[in-house]
């Protein structure tokens, strides 16, 4: 039962989305490594993660992620896993953005298993927004994308908000859904407090996710730069 839990939770766990529909400036770097505490029926481990983007030009953004779940009492269930897209800016206009983006994954930390952990592909459009509400800076933004492997499709959902609440925190909220076949039903909700610095960004989190037979919780650190 503890397996096909662990399939199941791994089948719906995916990277947070990072700049979601914003493409990073020509030559820009964002990177981001969070350490996250996860507790899932009986067992408890941890998940580590790397994610970075890169402006190719002022439209084209390439990003990379590597991520690694290791259980303190199962290390059967020990894996990993990597995905790799290139965003598209298809629209800036005014505060509004959309992306089109489409890329690579493999892994079980990222894809699933059952066949998604399987060297598979990648596409999602997004759609942002940016400015003042309420006189304080916000944005928001929805993304769908789909994920395909041999024996293994999933679609996905994504939304966000994330408004500033003072001269150095922000506030930010995500929540993701997720269908397909092999079992993937998941809902997800994440809650962030971000605090803004010169040298980096630090966050301090909590996740909670119902994937229908299990149910899993973590709270996570993290650290974010633009260079």
């Not at 304080?136 to 789909?146: H, K």
Request: hydrophobic letters at 40%; a negative charge; proline letters at 2%.
């Amino acid at each position: 039962m503890l397996g096909k839990v662990l399939i199941l939770a791994w089948g719906a766990s995916w990277p947070m989305a990072a700049a979601a529909p914003w493409v990073q400036e020509d030559a820009g770097l964002y990177s981001r490594v969070s350490l996250a505490k996860e507790d899932v029926e009986a067992l408890s481990g941890w998940r580590s993660d790397a994610y970075a983007e890169y402006g190719l030009s002022s439209r084209l953004t390439v990003t990379l992620n590597l991520e690694q779940v290791e259980y303190e009492d199962g290390a059967d269930f020990n894996t990993n896993g990597w995905r790799s897209t290139v965003r598209y800016s298809l629209l800036r206009k005014g505060p509004v953005v959309a992306s089109l983006e489409a890329g690579l994954l493999q892994g079980a930390a990222i894809g699933g298993r059952n066949g998604c952990d399987a060297l598979g592909t990648e596409v999602r459009a997004g759609l942002g927004w940016s400015g003042d509400w309420r006189n304080r800076s916000t944005y928001l933004f929805g993304e769908m994308a789909g994920r395909f492997h041999e024996g293994c499709q999933r679609e996905r959902y994504a939304f966000g908000l994330g408004q500033q609440t003072s001269d150095n925190f922000w506030s930010i909220t995500q929540v993701w859904l997720e269908r397909g076949d092999t079992n993937a039903a998941s809902d997800k909700f994440q809650t962030e407090l971000l605090w803004r610095t010169e040298p980096a960004d630090f966050s301090f989190g909590y996740r909670k996710e119902n994937g229908g037979r299990f149910k899993e919780e973590s709270i996570f650190v993290a650290l974010a730069r633009q260079f």
